[in-house]
């Protein structure tokens, strides 16, 4: 099961998913479908893959 560790407020939040270079597979699905950006209530977002 996926899960999001994140608390309001927090300047951060992290992803874990549950197969290798899921993230990856994601990550630039959700870009590709948003012309290269990752916006959230007006805030773009810096995604990194660790």
Request: proline share 2%; net charge negative; with cysteine.
């Amino acid at each position: 099961m996926p899960w999001i560790d994140f608390n309001k407020g927090d300047i951060e939040a992290w992803v874990r998913l549950n197969e290798a270079n899921t993230a990856k597979y994601v990550l630039e699905k959700v870009l590709e479908a948003e012309n290269g950006r990752l916006i959230i209530e007006n805030n773009e977002i810096i995604c990194r893959i660790v």
